[in-house]
């Protein structure tokens, strides 16, 4: 019997070559989201950090222009953080959506994994049977090969 080919394979392998491309763009987002969500952190700390200088020197007693800079360099900041928040979701739509995309990919390649896989069992059993009366006929030869000696 001829070896198994499956008809199908240069797609599969094409969908798997796409499923990996997508899980390393999925990768890549995952770490750009990872990097921002730092940034995020490190942002708002730099502002708490800001905000608690800031009340330390109004207990000390400070300048009206003096508290003015703290003000306007809190709003500033928190524009910053706003502006970094916005950022940070802007990469988790995307991660959201790349994320969609691999797991399309890998429903498509899995599919025809498992019809591969069906193919394969039912081209086994193919070859079982075809092996079974293989056998058969030759037992069924030898018999009659030995019974006609017997009688001559």
């Known amino acids: 019997m001829k070896q ?5 394979e240069t797609v599969l392998d094409y969908k798997q070559q796409v499923l990996e491309a997508l899980q390393g763009e999925h990768a890549a987002i995952l770490a750009q989201v ?5 940034l995020v952190q490190a ?6 950090d800001y905000d608690e200088e800031y009340s330390q020197k109004k207990s000390q007693g400070l300048m009206i222009t003096e508290a003015l800079l703290y ?3 809190l709003r500033a900041m928190e524009q910053q953080i706003q502006l970094e928040h916005d950022k940070l979701a802007a990469v988790k ?4 959506a790349k994320r ?15 019809l591969r896989e069906k193919k394969l069992e039912s081209y086994n059993k193919a070859a079982a049977k075809s092996e079974e009366q293989l056998i058969e006929e030759l037992v069924s030869l030898a018999r009659t090969t030995a019974a006609a000696a017997v009688s001559v």
Not at 93 to 96: A, F, P, V
Not at 100 to 114: N, R, Y
């Open 4 to 8: 198994f080919r499956f008809s199908l």
């Open 34 to 38: 990872h990097r921002q969500e730092e």
């Open 43 to 48: 942002v708002e700390k730099a502002y708490q």
């Open 71 to 73: 003000q306007n360099g």
């Open 93 to 96: 739509t995307q991660e959201e």
């Open 100 to 114: 969609a995309q691999v797991v399309e990919a890998k429903k498509d390649t899995s599919s025809l994994e498992k």
